[in-house]
């Protein structure tokens, strides 16, 4: 899935305990740690340039990282250390970035990244449906709307009139 979609479904889904935005830096975390310094690297070399690099043009360094930030046993982990370190609102945060491995492990083909989701144990991976296809990103789209619709304080046609919004506001969980 795109890193905006990532990013939100972190906050959407895992951010509305203690930390509201945190989660939102944890979705998006697997992309940002490959494709940040990719990014750095290309603007250096100044062969920048927009849209879907062709793969031969990807350094082998961004492979491994990108392995690395998306392997469940890296997400897992730190969503433990987390737990175990007493930061229970901190690793609930966290677990966004493990949700980033699986919507990707589930959006991405063979073809294009791939997600090794056990990595390195395993180099298995799941021969998913492309994110790129309209039907797969719309469907996203739709669920995320859906989500942040469902998670607002007060229902959306109550919210507009003053009087009924202070007579049916949802009491805070
Ligand atoms: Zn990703």
Redesign the pocket.
């Known amino acids: 899935?795109d890193?905006f979609s990532?990013a939100l479904w972190g906050k959407a889904l895992f951010g509305y305990r203690k930390y509201l935005y945190l989660p939102i830096l944890f979705g998006a975390a697997?992309?940002l740690i490959p494709f940040i310094p990719n990014l750095i690297y290309k603007l250096i070399n100044g062969n920048f340039s927009y849209g879907k690099p062709s793969i031969e043009s990807i350094p082998g360094w961004v492979f491994v990282t990108y392995d690395f930030s998306?392997s469940l046993i890296t997400g897992i982990s730190l969503v433990l250390i987390l737990y175990f370190f007493e930061k229970k609102d901190l690793a609930f945060a966290a677990l966004a970035w493990p949700f980033?491995t699986f919507v990707?492990s589930v959006s991405h083909s063979k073809e294009f990244?791939a997600?090794k989701i056990f990595w390195p144990i395993s180099d298995y991976q799941f021969d998913g449906v492309s994110w790129g296809r309209p039907e797969v990103w719309f469907t996203n789209l739709i669920l995320l709307i859906i989500i942040f619709y469902y998670r607002r304080r007060t229902p959306l046609i109550i919210s507009w009139t003053p009087m009924l919004s202070k007579l049916f506001k949802r009491k805070k969980s």
């Open positions: 899935m890193t990532h697997p992309d998306h980033h990707d990244f997600t």
